[in-house]
């Protein structure tokens, strides 16, 4: 699941998290690791323009310092940037942060990466964003050099070149954390397919995932890479849910109902060939979206097991 509070977009933030803290946020953290969630998210923007903010507000955690400091109030759930703008900063200092909180978190990061869409925050930080694409391909690249087993990596490309130079810790994931790519564009696809470990969807709808998948999988099996599955994760982001019959207004677009009907609809992912779902609740405040989150995990995630 996507955490709470961490960011405030008018998108999908719910109202009680304006007001909401660090301590809510241990609290959801900790209840997810409890009940068995999967991995717990946060995404990333380093200053929101001002023609944004009516949609996306101000409110973006750090994913670094945010995945550290809940590495610590959890012992099984895995970390995840979904997704980090990797291209914004260099693959030397993105390894040394990232490597850091696998450390931290006893190897449960999972480093989720995307070429970013706000065009002034690329310019502020001296970033060409018209190349935000082959940089983060190339970004990619050096990660996985610079977060592998060897104290001293080694990488050489037409933007980055490293070699020499030490960095400890190393993740505690061996050979290294995944990185999974984030993005539904043809580029964004072919960059999963041929240099990613997975597949984040960022909200298709059910009728685009196939063609989607379809495409991961010929570009995986093109490049000798294997089909689908096994290692390589295939995520979509289902509707907002809720579990039973609400006694409130929540919306056109969530999903309702009891344990049995939400897990009839959300098995239609797998049957796309998805495997793993990324699910956020419908609620009024703390306390019903971890009624939701035990709801979930006791009524309707049993239910999507094969």
């Not at 923007?45 to 945010?66: E, K, S």
Request: charge should be neutral; charged fraction near 20%.
């Amino acid at each position: 699941m996507q955490l709470p509070i961490t960011s405030l977009s008018t998108l999908y933030a719910e109202p009680w998290e304006v007001e909401a803290g660090p301590a809510d946020l241990r609290e959801v953290a900790a209840a997810a690791d409890r009940l068995g969630f999967a991995y717990l998210a946060t995404c990333d923007h380093v200053a929101v323009p001002v023609r944004l903010t009516a949609a996306m507000g101000t409110v973006w955690y750090d994913p670094v310092a945010t995945l550290a400091h809940l590495a610590a109030v959890t012992e099984r759930t895995l970390l995840l940037s979904h997704v980090a703008v990797a291209a914004l900063r260099h693959p030397l200092a993105l390894a040394k942060q990232y490597a850091t909180v696998d450390r931290l978190a006893g190897g449960r990061l999972v480093l989720g990466v995307g070429a970013g869409h706000v065009r002034e925050e690329f310019q502020a930080l001296g970033v060409d964003f018209g190349r935000r694409g082959t940089i983060l391909d190339e970004t990619v690249d050096a990660l996985k050099e610079a977060l592998g087993p060897s104290e001293f990596p080694q990488f050489s490309g037409r933007r980055f070149v490293f070699r020499g130079l030490g960095q400890a810790p190393r993740p505690a994931r061996t050979p290294r954390p995944p990185i999974w790519v984030g993005g539904s564009s043809p580029a964004a696809l072919r960059r999963a397919a041929l240099r990613g470990d997975g597949w984040l969807s960022q909200g298709d709808r059910r009728d685009q995932l196939p063609q989607r998948i379809a495409t991961l999988r010929r570009l995986r099996e093109e490049a000798g890479r294997g089909g689908l599955g096994g290692p390589f994760a295939v995520g979509a982001i289902s509707e907002v849910l809720y579990v039973g019959t609400p006694s409130w207004d929540t919306g056109a677009r969530t999903l309702t109902g009891p344990p049995g009907v939400l897990a009839e609809s959300l098995r239609a992912y797998g049957a796309m060939g998805v495997n793993q779902i990324q699910v956020r609740f419908r609620c009024r405040d703390l306390g019903e979206l971890l009624d939701q989150m035990e709801a979930f995990t006791d009524g309707v995630a049993p239910l999507l097991d094969d």
